[in-house]
């Protein structure tokens, strides 16, 4: 299931023309309404809708691509982990499954604009993971990165290590946690760390003005947290 909000004047005549930036999104079920959410909402559609009114971003396109529900782990973990016990993922075929199913859909369907400088991917937990992994696996795909709370320590924090030897990033990349992502204060330590180890290995490849990082004091894993932060990542991703 694809779920495409289209932003204000699409439909205009005096737009017809027009092609439009898309930002791909993981876990489609939790963007735009309350009622599909299992987990609650980003408000992605209102977050959107404010800042193209207000000029801070561009008219873009969302595209929420739902997750596989109960299998959504296996769906999005690309690596053979022992944490957690994975040895059938399925996640290494995401990469080829955005490339060469949606995106071209998406194409065809919609008036989107070409090139890696239109083109956004972004998740949370474990959507953050693949969207990250997919970063590093296609380079030049994507333009714009949002990597919210990802779930780094996945088989051994392999994807940190594939982020080092990674010298080709998007354009932009917005990279965020909280203090407090896990109920243990030791895990939620451990999730920040891995955060800042993964700063360090973008900032190895990325200038300062294509990273932008954030700590969130207090902020839970929770889809609340990640949609107050959204208005700032679209700015920062898609802003002038």
Same mark, same amino acid.
């Given at each position: 299931?694809?779920?495409?909000?289209?932003?204000?004047?699409?439909?205009?005549?005096?737009?017809?023309?027009?092609?439009? /930036?898309?930002?791909?999104?993981?876990?489609?079920?939790?963007?735009?309404?309350?009622?599909?959410?299992?987990?609650?909402?980003?408000?992605?559609?209102?977050?959107?809708?404010?800042?193209?009114? +207000?000029?801070?971003?561009?008219?873009?396109?969302?595209?929420?691509?739902?997750?596989?529900?109960? +299998?959504?782990?296996?769906?999005?973990?690309?690596?053979?982990?022992?944490? /957690?016990?994975?040895?059938?993922?399925?996640?290494?075929?995401? /990469?080829?499954?955005?490339?060469? +199913?949606?995106?071209?859909?998406?194409?065809?369907?919609?008036?989107?604009?070409?090139?890696?400088?239109?083109?956004?991917?972004?998740?949370?937990?474990?959507?953050?993971?693949?969207?990250?992994?997919?970063?590093?696996?296609?380079?030049?795909?994507?333009?714009?990165?949002?990597?919210?709370?990802?779930?780094?320590?996945?088989?051994?924090?392999?994807?940190?290590?594939?982020?080092?030897?990674?010298?080709?990033?998007?354009?932009?990349?917005?990279?965020?946690?909280?203090?407090?992502?896990?109920?243990?204060?030791?895990?939620?330590?451990?999730?920040?760390?891995?955060?800042?180890?993964?700063?360090?290995?973008?900032?190895?490849?990325?200038?300062?003005?294509?990273?932008?990082?954030?700590?969130?004091?207090?902020?839970?894993?929770? +889809?609340?947290?990640?949609?107050?932060?959204? /208005?700032?990542?679209?700015?920062?991703?898609?802003?002038?």
């Amino acid at each position: 299931m694809l779920r495409v909000w289209l932003p204000p004047g699409y439909d205009d005549l005096t737009n017809v023309q027009r092609r439009y /930036p898309v930002f791909y999104l993981n876990d489609g079920q939790n963007l735009f309404d309350e009622a599909t959410s299992y987990a609650g909402e980003w408000h992605a559609d209102e977050a959107a809708d404010r800042l193209i009114r +207000e000029g801070a971003i561009p008219p873009i396109i969302l595209v929420g691509i739902d997750n596989a529900t109960r +299998e959504r782990m296996r769906e999005y973990v690309p690596y053979r982990s022992l944490q /957690p016990h994975m040895m059938r993922v399925r996640g290494r075929y995401y /990469p080829d499954f955005l490339a060469k +199913e949606i995106m071209p859909f998406i194409s065809r369907q919609y008036r989107i604009a070409d090139g890696p400088e239109n083109t956004g991917l972004g998740g949370s937990s474990l959507g953050g993971l693949i969207a990250l992994y997919t970063a590093i696996a296609r380079p030049g795909l994507i333009g714009r990165l949002l990597v919210e709370s990802p779930s780094l320590w996945v088989a051994g924090r392999k994807v940190i290590a594939d982020a080092w030897r990674n010298s080709h990033w998007p354009q932009r990349i917005f990279l965020a946690a909280g203090t407090r992502e896990a109920s243990r204060d030791d895990r939620s330590e451990r999730m920040v760390h891995d955060v800042r180890d993964l700063e360090r290995a973008l900032r190895a490849s990325v200038g300062q003005d294509r990273l932008r990082v954030v700590v969130d004091e207090g902020a839970p894993h929770s +889809e609340s947290a990640w949609a107050r932060r959204f /208005p700032d990542a679209l700015r920062f991703l898609f802003g002038s």
